[in-house]
């Protein structure tokens, strides 16, 4: 167990479903963080809230749509994806927003058919 | 833009050996440089470290930082084959920048 819960573990969806991907964590920390992980390539930055407030929107197309309710869950609502979008979605929180280490969760395995 | 770049992107060696692992990067405003492991899913933190020429150590890990070369290194010495796994090497930056810049990681198989 990681302190950051992450579920699904796994998700088959197809492009015109809707669907969400839920991270808690148990750290007490404030800032939460999604990044996307492909296939040979580094770990990508999607979205950061520091407080409940989003901080950081790293040029993410609109299908993807965060959600940070408090400091300890985070949300990501997903419609009408690509087949490209299927990657590792890793969630991670850390003290306070720019303050490392950021300890990350199991992440979501998304399939997008 | 921030980069991280990662050599070697895999290697092979049997147990007991010593691998050494590159992470070199540009970065503005750098605030510190990390290390994880990623065995299956979730990356776990092995070191952050932020000085030059100060040796981190954990076990049979070490690392240490050069920050006027701009870069890194992760060594492992005798091997075993729970070392398997990708390791990722990140930069973090200030000036309230968030979140982390990582490298592609370098996949290390260890056999038996």
């Known amino acids: 167990e990681t302190g950051v819960t992450q579920t699904p573990r796994h998700l088959v969806m197809g492009m015109t479903n809707k669907k969400s991907l839920k991270c808690e964590q148990h750290?007490?920390?404030?800032?939460m963080y999604w990044y996307k992980q492909s296939a040979k390539k580094p770990l990508e930055l999607m979205f950061v809230?520091?407080?409940?407030?989003?901080?950081e929107n790293n040029s993410v197309p609109s299908r993807f749509s965060p959600e940070c309710p408090n400091s300890s869950h985070l949300f990501l609502h997903l419609h009408t994806l690509q087949p490209e979008d299927s990657a590792l979605y890793l969630c991670?929180?850390?003290?306070?927003?720019?303050?490392?280490?950021?300890?990350f969760g199991n992440g979501t395995r998304l399939t997008v058919t | 833009e921030d980069k991280v770049v990662q050599s070697p992107l895999s290697l092979v060696v049997h147990e007991g050996d010593t691998v050494t692992l590159n992470c070199s990067y540009e970065?503005?405003?750098?605030?510190?440089l990390l290390w994880y492991k990623q065995e299956k899913k979730a990356p776990t933190f092995l070191f952050m470290l932020?000085?030059?020429?100060i040796e981190k150590k954990s076990g049979r890990l070490s690392s240490i930082l050069d920050k006027k070369e701009l870069f890194s290194i992760l060594n492992i010495t005798a091997t075993q084959t729970g070392d398997s796994a990708i390791y990722l090497c990140?930069?973090?930056?200030?000036?309230?920048?968030?979140?982390?810049?990582f490298g592609k990681g370098t996949h290390l198989i260890i056999q038996p």
């Open positions: 991670a929180s850390s003290q306070d927003r720019g303050r490392a280490p950021l300890h």
């Open positions: 750290l007490g920390h404030n800032a």
């Open positions: 809230y520091n407080f409940k407030e989003q901080t």
């Open positions: 970065v503005t405003n750098f605030r510190s």
């Open positions: 932020t000085s030059s020429g």
């Open positions: 990140a930069v973090e930056a200030g000036g309230g920048a968030d979140g982390l810049t």
